[in-house]
């Protein structure tokens, strides 16, 4: 396979894989507003942050109000991680391998996009953002489902799973920053019912909490951090992710699982091996926030090593945040 073909399918899934879960840091909001409508107007400024742009945020806009966080997260053009630019930029990969992948994945891919160009999706985006945010999550549900129905599981297939696993754990870390490190008003909630509200409106947004219940029953976050980290079996889980990711990147090379013979699969093998053997404890007694923020950089170092290994020899600008 072309280096060329390898990093475009690569890319097209870690950006649709991006564009959804910036929906579904927004979904964190939109739960809160249901379950705590007086303190969720509170709560958009951890949007950005969580996402990383906070910077870029604070040079284009004034405050971080509802309407603003929404643009920027969703439209704003100059933001490279909105779901517009994510979009348009997944668009342009799968035009450049039109040969590879599906015409029915095609369609489905610019069916997203031109849905995000509608004349009103601005309006429908701030009067019913339930609504625009879980079609966004549909759209992309049903690329991958239309994916692994009509392409060939072979290289292509394969360096798509690695894009989009890699990109999920990144995001499902960014999620539950978002309650652990941001949304709590006070360490005086701390296991009171607002705390549990948050907790299940988080599991809600990574769509665990039917998952979760079945596995815990009741939510406690020790337990939600453990699922959303440690999880081998939940889909969205950092380990099942890293996991996944592993076993396609051996499948492109050949190489037996649990070992290496290249930098990507020696950085990746060791993250999975880390999680193999972390405990929740640990990870509490350590701090959540420090832990999310080192297997954030771990997943963007195995990004650099898997461009460097099959892509081109330069940094071509895709932001691993």
Known sequence: MLSRVAESIYWLSRYIERAENVARVVGV?????????????????PMVKVTGDEERFQAGYEAATRSNVIEFLTFDAANPNSIFSCLTRARENA???????SSEMW????????????PDARQRAMSDAHAFFEHVRRSSHL???????????AEAWHFSRIGRFIERADQTT???????????PSADDVGKPIDDLQWGALLRSASAFEAYRRTHGRVAA??????????HEFPRSVHHCASEAQISLHAVTGTPIRRFA???ERALGRLVAE???????DVIRSGLHDFLDAIQDKLNGVGREITHTFFAQRWRGESLR
Do not use: C
Not at 30 to 44: C, S, T
Not at 95 to 101: M, N, P
Not at 107 to 118: A, G, I, K
Not at 275 to 281: E, G, H, P, S, W
């Open 29 to 45: 909001n939109n739960r809160l507003q249901l379950d705590l409508p007086d303190l969720a107007d509170e709560q958009w400024d």
């Open 95 to 101: 035009r450049s391998v039109r040969e590879i992948i």
């Open 107 to 118: 369609e489905e891919v610019n069916r997203f996009y031109l849905f995000l160009r509608e």
């Open 143 to 153: 690329i991958e489902g239309t994916k692994n129905e009509t392409m060939e599981h």
């Open 174 to 184: 960014r999620i539950l920053d978002v309650k652990y490190f941001l949304l709590l």
């Open 222 to 231: 020790r337990a939600v951090a453990s699922f959303l980290l440690l999880n």
């Open 262 to 264: 290249n930098a990507a």
């Open 275 to 281: 999680l193999d053997y972390t405990d929740i404890v």
